[in-house]
């Protein structure tokens, strides 16, 4: 009996001992395999690198097809391109590396010419393709193309396309013109039957983004407010095609009877019709397409096509880090709100206070506001950083208005885009209140409270009380708001006051009324930060933040950026938000609208409250 237990104590002894070798060994080789992968990539990223095998005695031509642009430096590292390659990322690219690029390919020997290849741009933001396609005109200077092809080219596409000489267009393809217009969801109706009550508290007569939530279409003052607005950005864009195609309204934007005269004699062929209106220079397919750039630029037989570079290998290889820079450019982007968003930006500004080298800053405003209390916090930084005799100069993107102009009156020069709009000196405040909701329901809420006149609830009326401290909060806030301005800009409380109320104002506007001291772009933003410091040959640093990981909260990790837009919990509570609905589900409707700057997270005006 002893020598069968032995017998079987041995066998399970060692059969778990063999299973323990399998494990390791299973473990190990995926490990190993691991290893060889990555350094596969690695070799072929940072080493085997296309860059350094082009023949310098070939004639090759710059490609440029990114798909995101970004106000930020895209660090290029080789861990950083693993993870593109692992996991097939969307290709995004600095916008200022992206123009630096082309100036240094204007120069560049090996450079022959620019390919846009515009069929998976998504690039939205107006202000970013204008600068872009500032040097594009500036290399075609040189006498060198610069080639577009896509197959539908959407407004933004064929905007960047109208900067080349020529602009290529595939046989099943058209040119998607059709202006800009806005749309929104007004809840109303529906926030009555759920017996939804909101509390709203607002300073700003044209302050509109309530309306969604009190109306149940768009009041009329509103509707002249917006129409003005989008015909000045669809002036814009008319005017900057027309002059790069030297082509007439006629041509490029006919009214609809023209239009379909037209289409029919084009047999209703959209590319045809594109063609003989001299919006495209070619029809022609990409194997065709190819074929010429083959015959322009020769063969690559490694990647089986025309010699090219791509635009993130030509700047990884052109543009590397410098060491002593002299200029810091920080860049607050999207909704401002207070918690790690805000704490990112202050910890970028003491960088660049607490940096001897850094002798001044640009400020990238590109946000339609968000929470007064983040503003403020941000602007107290920025007139810190001025005491210590580092100027701050502002350099606005598609929009910066309410707590985004806010932050922008502590610059000492202001510069905004032609198609930026600002303003929106207004504050409001939305609290809601669920109590006939649940009484519906047969749901009901009591309680006792050492406060009961001050405590607010969600599923109570808002007492009296409550009321006037919102009230009270709010008329605080906006006259802190006007005395800044005021201060800022040398104006009078009076003359604050007449160019606020909620309104909206175009760059030309703007700086006619003094909110902003010149139009320009990032290098004029730069051209102005080396007068102010005295620098001649300007550095920039671009800060990042060092808010770490655990850093965010739990609403933070449920909050995702894509392409600039936001999408989060309160995309399911639609009388609590606006902008995120309209941006991801009403992007194509021109994102520079009003109702994009009035305070989105409805929580501009909490100033000692934070309901959001």
């Known amino acids: 009996m002893t020598i069968l237990w032995n017998l079987i104590k041995y066998f399970f002894c060692y059969t778990w001992l063999i299973l323990n070798f399998i494990k390791k060994l299973i473990l190990n080789l995926i490990f190993l395999s691991l290893v060889i992968i990555c350094s596969y990539y690695i070799y072929n990223i940072g080493f085997h690198n296309p860059i350094n095998n082009l023949n310098k005695n070939k004639k090759h031509i710059l490609e440029i097809n990114v798909q995101y642009l970004t106000d930020d430096i895209i ?16 290709k995004q690219n600095s916008t200022f590396q992206v123009a630096q690029a082309i100036l240094r390919a204007k120069t560049d020997k090996n450079i022959n010419g620019i390919i846009l290849n515009l069929n998976n741009c998504m690039v939205e933001d107006i202000t970013v393709l204008d600068y872009i396609g500032k040097y594009l005109n500036n290399f075609k200077t040189s006498g060198k193309p610069i080639y577009a092809i896509g197959d539908i080219y959407n407004q933004n596409q064929y905007y960047l396309a109208s900067f080349a000489n020529t602009i290529v267009l595939e046989p099943h393809g058209f040119i998607n013109l059709h202006g800009l217009s806005t749309n929104m969801f007004y809840f109303n109706s529906l926030l009555k039957k759920l017996k939804i009550k909101l ?65 029919k004699n084009s047999k209703g062929n959209l590319a045809l019709y594109a063609l003989k209106n001299k919006l495209v220079d070619k029809i022609s ?19 089986q096509t025309y010699n090219h570079i791509n635009i993130s290998e030509y700047i990884n290889q052109n543009f590397k880090e410098k060491n002593k820079n002299n200029i810091a450019v920080i860049v607050i982007d999207g909704i401002l709100n207070y918690g790690v968003k805000s704490t990112g930006i202050i910890n970028q500004i003491n960088q660049a206070y607490l940096d001897p080298n850094i002798k001044g800053v640009i400020l990238k405003i590109n946000s339609p506001g968000g929470s007064l209390i983040a503003s403020e916090y941000i602007y107290n930084a920025l007139i810190a950083l001025k005491r210590v005799h580092k100027p701050v100069v502002i350099s606005m993107g598609e929009v910066a208005a309410s707590g985004g102009y806010f932050i922008a009156t502590a610059g000492d020069y202001i510069i905004s885009n032609k198609n930026t709009i600002t303003g929106s000196i207004g504050i409001f405040s939305i609290v809601p209140t669920f109590n006939n909701t649940l009484k519906s329901l047969g749901i009901y809420s009591d309680g006792v409270s050492i406060n009961n006149g001050l405590t607010e609830s969600l599923y109570k009326e808002l007492s009296l009380e409550s009321k006037e ?13 006007i005395y800044v301005i005021s201060n800022a800009r040398h104006k009078s409380i009076k003359d604050v006051k007449k160019l606020a109320n909620g309104m909206i104002w175009i760059a030309k506007d703007a700086k006619k009324n003094g909110l902003v001291d010149a139009i320009g772009d990032f290098d004029s933003a730069v051209n102005k930060i080396s007068k102010l410091t005295g620098i001649k040959n300007v550095s920039l640093e671009w800060l990042e933040s060092d808010v770490d990981l655990f850093s965010y909260s739990l609403l933070d990790f449920l909050t995702f950026k894509i392409n600039n837009n936001f999408i989060t919990l309160k995309n399911f509570f639609p009388f609590l938000t606006n902008y995120y609905i309209q941006k991801i589900f009403f992007k194509n409707n021109s994102s520079l609208l009003m109702q994009q700057v009035n305070d989105p997270e409805n929580i501009y005006a909490i100033y000692n409250l934070n309901i959001n």
């Open 469 to 481: 401290i919102n009230k009270a909060t709010l008329q605080g806030g906006y006259e802190k708001f």
């Open 285 to 303: 397919t990409r194997f065709d397409f190819e074929n010429d750039m083959i015959k322009k630029f020769g063969w690559d037989s490694k990647n």
């Open 199 to 263: 509390n709203i508290f607002k300073i700003g007569e044209f302050k509109s983004a309530v309306e969604p939530m009190t109306r149940n279409n768009m009041s009329s003052s509103t509707k002249i407010v917006e129409k003005k607005l989008i015909n000045n950005l669809w002036g814009n864009y008319l005017r900057t095609i027309m002059n790069n195609r030297k082509i007439t309204l006629q041509n490029l934007f006919p009214n609809h009877k023209t239009y379909i005269q037209k289409l």
């Open 75 to 90: 660090d290029n590292n080789i861990f950083y391109k693993l993870l593109n390659k692992i996991f097939n990322l969307p």
